[in-house]
């Protein structure tokens, strides 16, 4: 297959695949968010590979840009960043354990915790996921291809129906930054009018 075919028909797939979200789901999430920011609860990200690399810059961008401007803030951390203790707990105890193990530190009543794996069958993302329904705190998951077990053991599941890792992957992100919009155009415009100023800054960057 040529380079040129080859990119024509990966974007027709990812733009298949975009109809078929169903973005009541995502609604679901943004609304979650929102629940969890107005009860001033802690949202808790994390995953694997790819998965870490989105939970990372979704933590980043969020923290930075849904309430920029106002003082009562949005809480978000990203389970996959702290380095030495991924490995130390993956050294020590188990690399399955690299999530919940943080989680038992933090988690709390009125917390959100948000796990992303393409598969949905990560074992420390399932474990991480597990403790917080223990703890009946609300648990979101970002997954691919059939679902996998996390779709079916969390409150709200976001789920990208196709067999393509990266395609998953790419399609994860895109999702979260329309639930960012969303949020900034909700959150922040409605209650401190700073979204507006958040967009033109955007402009100047």
Known sequence: MSGHKHFTEYFKQVSD?????????????????TECYNREGMIYIFGNGGSSAT??????DYLKAI???MDK????????????????????????DIFVEQLKS????GDLVI??????????????????NDRKVETVALVGFSGGKAKSMVDICVHIPINDMEMTEDLHLLCFHAIKQ???????????????????????C
């Open 17 to 33: 695949v975009l109809t078929r979200i169903d973005v009541s789901e995502l609604e679901a999430v943004a609304n979650s968010i």
């Open 55 to 60: 939970a990372t810059h979704v933590a980043g």
């Open 67 to 69: 309430t920029f401007g």
């Open 73 to 96: 803030r949005l809480k978000i951390i990203c389970l996959s960043d702290n380095t030495p203790g991924l490995m130390a707990i993956a050294n020590d105890i188990s690399y399955d």
């Open 106 to 109: 933090f988690i709390k009543s």
């Open 115 to 132: 796990g992303i794996s393409g598969s949905g069958n990560s074992e420390n993302v399932l474990r991480a996921l597990k403790l917080a």
């Open 182 to 204: 969303h949020l900034i155009n909700t959150i922040n415009i409605t209650q401190s009018g700073m979204g507006d100023k958040y967009n033109r800054r955007m402009k100047e």
